[in-house]
T-cell receptor, first 110, second 115 residues
Framework: EDQVTQSPEALRLQEGESSSLNCSYT??????LFWYRQDPGKGPEFLFT???AGEEKEKERLKATLTKKESFLHITAPKPEDSATYLC???????????FGTGTQLKVEL | DAGVIQSPRHEVTEMGQEVTLRCKPI?????LFWYRQTMMRGLELLIY????????DSGMPEDRFSAKMPNASFSTLKIQPSEPRDSAVYFC?????????????FGPGTRLTVL
């Protein structure tokens, strides 16, 4: 059974305090690893897709990396507006079915 | 550009009533997905369509749930009869499927409360 596990469940950071979120997966024939951001009361917002081990993608203060078993979302010098729940999802063999983790709730304080 | 549109945004109903959730995908997208999100189970895929045809409904919890996509710009998810355990946020997402791994774009969701 495909599984995606995220840690930690919740993370509290001071503004400027860099950290990483983890996403480990067991998805047969992984076709892609997705990161989404979700704000309260809203739908998930697409951030990145990673396709192969060693790949990295960046967007502002966020950088996503992928190994054969896990992905990391690195947050450099976070700001309060980065506070949100970050979801990762694995796309299985067919490419269209996403298995989501339960997310990491990030709060960045002044 | 308009994103995925869902209605209603909030629905409160009583147990046993029929509930219909609606979704308009992004224009030009040919795949549509219905998800349910709860605190306990997170985001779960219920069903997805490709070119208006249901491809995988293995996530639909039981026969009380049904989904249709009569055309490329409209889909419904119906629950009949509704039960309190159906209370959740239901999301619709769409993508442009080119046969590979496609990015899904989510709507704002419908928060359903069944009393």
């Amino acid at each position: 059974e495909d599984q995606v596990t995220q840690s930690p469940e919740a993370l509290r950071l001071q503004e400027g305090e860099s950290s990483s979120l983890n996403c480990s997966y067991t998805v047969s024939g992984l076709r892609g690893l997705f990161w989404y951001r979700q704000d309260p009361g809203k739908g998930p917002e697409f951030l990145f897709t990673l396709y192969s081990a060693g790949e990295e993608k960046e967007k502002e203060r966020l950088k996503a990396t992928l190994t054969k078993k896990e992905s990391f979302l690195h947050i450099t010098a976070p700001k309060p507006e980065d506070s949100a729940t970050y979801l990762c999802a694995g796309a299985e063999g067919g490419g269209n079915k996403l298995t989501f983790g339960t997310g990491t709730q990030l709060k960045v304080e002044l | 550009d308009a994103g995925v549109i869902q209605s209603p945004r909030h629905e409160v109903t009583e147990m046993g009533q029929e509930v219909t959730l609606r979704c308009k995908p992004i224009s030009g997208h040919n795949s549509l997905f219905w998800y349910r999100q709860t605190m306990m189970r997170g985001l779960e895929l219920l069903i997805y369509f490709n070119n208006n045809v249901p491809i995988d409904d293995s996530g639909m919890p039981e026969d009380r749930f049904s989904a249709k996509m009569p055309n490329a710009s409209f889909s419904t998810l119906k629950i009949q009869p509704s039960e309190p355990r159906d209370s959740a946020v239901y999301f619709c997402a769409s993508s442009l499927s080119r046969g590979g791994t496609d990015t899904q774009y989510f709507g704002p969701g419908t928060r359903l409360t069944v009393l």
